[in-house]
């Protein structure tokens, strides 16, 4: 019953931004960590930010720190990741993710493609 759906992906030229979002439903979302992966061609898994169940702390990876920030909406369930200056690197598929009852679900992710 769990439900995390991505949205917000998109084609965009280097330095430019995209804002992601994840709509989730089927647990306590409050109570619950939201995270950022991402998966780039040729790449492993990622995990790019964390924010804690009221957003009073979130981390980063190193390769996005400063250009990246993770926040939340509780009320409306939903997990943002808005993501400017954005680099050719940064080309992936993007899922939400979160722990709950000691087990990990995965949205179906959305695609970030950035190129000239």
């Known amino acids: 019953q769990v439900q995390l759906v991505e949205s917000g992906g998109g084609l965009v030229k280097p330095g430019g931004s995209l804002r992601l979002s994840c709509v989730a439903s089927?647990?306590?979302?409050?109570?619950?960590?939201m995270r950022w992966f991402r998966h780039g061609p040729g790449k492993e898994r990622e995990l790019v930010a964390n924010?804690?169940?009221?957003?009073?702390?979130?981390n980063y990876a190193g390769s996005v720190k400063g250009r990246f920030t993770i926040s939340r909406d509780n009320h409306k369930n939903t997990v943002y990741l808005q993501m400017n200056s954005l680099k050719p690197e940064d080309t992936a598929v993007y899922y939400c993710?979160?722990?709950?009852?000691?087990?990990?679900?995965w949205g179906q992710g959305t695609q970030v493609t950035v190129s000239s």
């Open positions: 993710n979160t722990r709950w009852a000691f087990t990990n679900y």
């Open positions: 089927g647990f306590m979302f409050s109570a619950s960590s």
């Open positions: 924010i804690t169940e009221t957003g009073e702390t979130t």
